[in-house]
């Protein structure tokens, strides 16, 4: 048995060693599965800077994902790194959906559940799990849904301060986002959309924020997008503020 | 299905319009300055420059005690108009055994009439020192140039000196939902300057940090919470205390307790006030005491 010495501990190679025939074997079913059904491959990736009240001057996000379609299904997962002086950890989040297209009398409905987990610093972790409905009627674009917070202090850091108290609980949030798009041209369009949430970003319900998107049909399978977002505080205490903005410029390719 | 929903749209956008123009319209009758859900004129960047100008020749102050041990009075809510739970309030945090009071924020509705006759029960009844913060509510009816005149400062600190200890108090101003980038800086620094020579470290924060349960209040962005948590664990606050939310809630995470406090107001079948102690010991205990 390999062993990986490190000062404290001894690490056993065995349980993390990668079994190429097990993969090879799991991978051929996929290809095979899915050179005969219809599905189809898409993948994102942004780069986003802006600057908000936390922030610490300006940010910068790079966020990557990749999603796969199987008749009604879809699986998707994401990545972002943060680029702050506000934040120690580089790594953002990582999140994975589930998705399942179906209809109630002929109309169109997609049902989404996530996870995500955004470690932001050594001290602090944040846990999230939701569900969301989507329904795009006509030039609209509807999501609703509800997640669940939880805030944890990691283990290895309670552990060294002997704390018992390491999660704090948010059971309930309702998450929403209401999308207008308006078409420019055949390449063009133009969508306005009010939500509460946006990519790694869960606010409380009653912060919603602002997102002005333009996109640009680059080729038959690309897409380019430029959004520009303004998050705003204390709306629903009757004492609105500036609280930051954004610009994001997003590529997307379907396979 | 396409005319249904052209019709549903036409009917959301008329509701829409009604439900806007039903809120702006009262928007200076009452208690509530409907106007704040599309402008502020008492931006929190402001008002941190005019509190710290303030602060540059008011020196924030330093009470001593005797003794080892101490308490602390706090009320959150207390939403004058009406005076009568203020009173009791007042009367109690003149007794000789309380070393300070604290009114974490909403404590009036923002008119002038309103201010006069919470600073005038305060003012004229304490027998302690008091310390008043600013709420959302203090800002409704530009109510912050009233809150400036009586109380000078909505961002400070004040610490509390026993024989061989001190406490740091600190009282945030986050009565915009947020406490802004200079507030945030400023807190940082003072945490990272005069956290190590302090034995206890407390916040106060009128504006909830945590959803400890579904609620219209509004907490900061999550990006303003995560980077406030994360610092509380980093420099070692023991309790935040907070208002807003009128329903006590209490939360643990790491080494803070995080503390959200009944509403005094009048009227209230659950006002209560905390009593914050300092014990012999050098820990902090508390107790949330009802009124009658």
């Keep these: 048995?390999?062993?990986?010495?490190?000062?404290?501990?001894?690490?056993?190679?065995?349980?993390?060693?990668?079994?190429?025939?097990?993969?090879?074997?799991?991978?051929?079913?996929?290809?095979?599965?899915?050179?005969?059904?219809?599905?189809?491959?898409?993948?994102?990736?942004?780069?986003?800077?802006?600057?908000?009240?936390?922030?610490s001057g300006y940010y910068g996000n790079i966020n990557g994902g990749v999603s796969y379609q199987f008749q009604d299904w879809q699986i998707a997962t994401a990545a972002g790194i943060t680029l702050s002086r506000a934040k120690e950890n580089v790594l953002n989040a990582l999140k994975f959906d589930v998705l399942r297209d179906f209809t109630i009398k002929e109309i169109p409905f997609k049902a989404e559940v996530f996870y995500q987990w955004?470690?932001?610093?050594?001290?602090?972790?944040?846990?999230?799990?939701?569900?969301?409905?989507?329904?795009?009627?006509?030039?609209?674009?509807?999501?609703?849904?509800a997640n669940t917070r939880i805030y944890k202090i990691p283990n290895s850091y309670a552990s060294v301060n002997h704390y018992t108290e390491q999660t704090v609980w948010e059971i309930f949030n309702l998450m929403y986002k209401a999308s207008y798009n308006q078409a420019l041209s055949e390449q063009f369009n133009l969508k306005f959309t009010a939500t509460n949430f946006d990519v790694f970003n869960i606010q409380q319900e009653t912060n919603p924020m602002l997102i002005m998107s333009l996109g640009y049909a680059l080729l038959k399978h690309a897409k380019l997008a430029l959004d520009i977002g303004y998050w705003q505080a204390g709306l629903f205490n009757m004492r609105v503020n500036y609280f930051g903005y954004f610009t994001r410029l997003g590529f997307q390719y379907d396979f | 299905m396409n005319d249904d929903f052209d019709d549903l749209k036409t009917d959301c956008m008329r509701h829409l319009f009604y439900l806007m123009y039903i809120l702006l319209l009262p928007s200076c009758i009452g208690e509530l300055d409907f106007t704040g859900f599309v402008r502020s004129t008492d931006r929190i960047e402001d008002r941190f420059k005019i509190s710290m100008v303030w602060n540059a020749s008011n020196p924030y102050q330093t009470i001593t005690v005797a003794g080892e041990s101490y308490q602390l009075l706090v009320a959150g809510d207390v939403h004058v108009g009406t005076t009568a739970n203020l009173h009791k309030f007042v009367d109690k945090g003149s007794q000789t055994d309380i070393s300070a009071m604290v009114f974490i924020g909403d404590n009036a509705t923002g008119k002038e009439e309103d201010y006069e006759r919470f600073n005038q029960t305060v003012e004229n009844n304490a027998a302690n020192p008091f310390f008043v913060m600013t709420g959302n509510h203090e800002l409704y009816f530009d109510g912050w140039k009233h809150f400036q005149r009586l109380f000078g400062s909505s961002v400070f600190y004040f610490s509390i000196e026993t024989p061989t200890l001190k406490d740091l108090y600190i009282c945030l101003d986050s009565g915009s939902g947020t406490i802004g980038k200079s507030q945030l800086q400023w807190l940082k620094n003072l945490l990272q300057e005069k956290r190590a020579a302090y034995d206890q470290c407390i916040i106060f924060s009128h504006v909830n940090i945590f959803r400890d349960h579904h609620t219209g209040?509004?907490?900061?962005?999550?990006?303003?919470?995560?980077?406030?948590?994360?610092?509380?664990?980093?420099y070692h606050v023991n309790m935040v205390l907070m208002g807003h939310d009128h329903t006590r809630a209490k939360d643990v995470l790491g080494n803070t307790t995080y503390l959200t406090l009944d509403a005094l107001r009048d009227g209230l079948k659950h006002a209560s006030y905390l009593q914050l102690y300092k014990t012999a010991e050098g820990?902090?205990?508390?107790?949330?005491?009802?009124?009658?």
């Design chain 2, 283 to 292: 820990t902090m205990d508390y107790e949330f005491v009802k009124l009658q």
């Design chain 2, 217 to 234: 209040s509004t907490n900061p962005p999550q990006q303003e919470v995560l980077v406030l948590v994360d610092l509380f664990e980093k």
């Design chain 1, 118 to 145: 955004r470690p932001y610093s050594g001290r602090l972790h944040e846990h999230d799990a939701g569900l969301l409905l989507h329904y795009n009627p006509k030039r609209f674009e509807l999501q609703l849904g």
């Design chain 1, 1 to 55: 048995m390999k062993q990986i010495r490190n000062n404290s501990s001894i690490i056993s190679y065995d349980k993390i060693k990668f079994k190429p025939m097990k993969f090879t074997i799991f991978f051929s079913i996929f290809l095979l599965v899915s050179l005969h059904v219809k599905s189809q491959f898409s993948s994102t990736i942004a780069v986003e800077s802006g600057e908000n009240y936390a922030s």
